[in-house]
């Protein structure tokens, strides 16, 4: 089936690192992603992992795949106000024209 | 240099009513997406054409109907609107990349409002 979860809120203090999780279901995913929604914007591609990578480094951003247990997560280091948003995950189905299957999106907030 | 655009950005209407929404991009791609946000912000897909053609098409009103007069456009025009239509329409755009890296950039979004 095709289904992706995510938890809907997180908090955490300027300076800090976030962790947001993911799970899905769909074992034949190409490509996992991570996308931002600022509010009244669209989405924007944040970073994004092959399936056949545990892990990838991008700045501050730092993605875990475990693909044994269908687990993805972002980690943001030294979160800034500025990193406030909605967080999507999104796994890429394998054949066809690539449909993404999103998460319901983690709301990210960030207080001083 | 807008890169996928949306029109118009806000639309509020009676039940009843037909509207339409456009996208353009002028990334050069060949595939377009239309997604429906609710207010608890899911993001399902509803349509994809490529190059014209309808690729996806999922459980969606036949209210709901998509066209794509050339791969830089698809609108999306919806009839007999009703109260659980509104949502934020996302347009987005991606290269046709089969069973390989696809990523979407997506328009800023179309506030519909049914009252």
């Known amino acids: 089936g095709e289904d992706v979860e995510q938890s809907l809120f997180l908090s955490v203090r300027e300076g800090d690192s976030s962790v947001i999780n993911c799970t899905y279901t769909d074992s034949s995913s190409t490509y996992l992603y991570w996308y931002k929604q600022e509010p009244g914007a669209g989405l924007q591609l944040l970073t994004y992992i092959f399936s056949n990578m545990d892990m990838k480094q991008d700045q501050r951003l730092t993605v875990l795949l475990n693909k044994k247990d269908k687990h993805l997560s972002l980690r943001i280091a030294d979160t800034q106000t500025g990193d406030s948003a909605i967080y999507f995950c999104a796994e890429g189905l394998r054949g066809g024209y690539n449909k993404l299957i999103f998460g319901a999106g983690t709301r990210l907030a960030v207080h001083p | ?115």
Request: glycine fraction near 4%; proline fraction near 5%.
């Open chain 2, 1 to 115: 240099d807008t890169a996928v655009s949306q029109t118009p950005k806000y639309l509020v209407t009676q039940m009843g009513n037909d509207k339409s929404i456009k996208c353009e991009q002028n990334l050069g791609h060949d595939t377009m997406y239309w997604y429906k946000q609710d207010s608890k912000k899911f993001l399902k897909i509803m349509f994809s054409y490529n190059n014209k053609e309808l690729i996806i098409n999922e459980t969606v009103p036949n209210r709901f109907s998509p066209k794509s007069p050339d791969k830089a456009h698809l609108n999306l025009h919806i009839n007999s609107l009703e109260l659980g239509d509104s949502a934020v329409y996302f347009c987005a755009s991606s290269l046709k990349a089969p069973s390989s890296y696809n990523e979407q950039f997506f328009g800023p979004g179309t506030r519909l409002t049914v009252l």
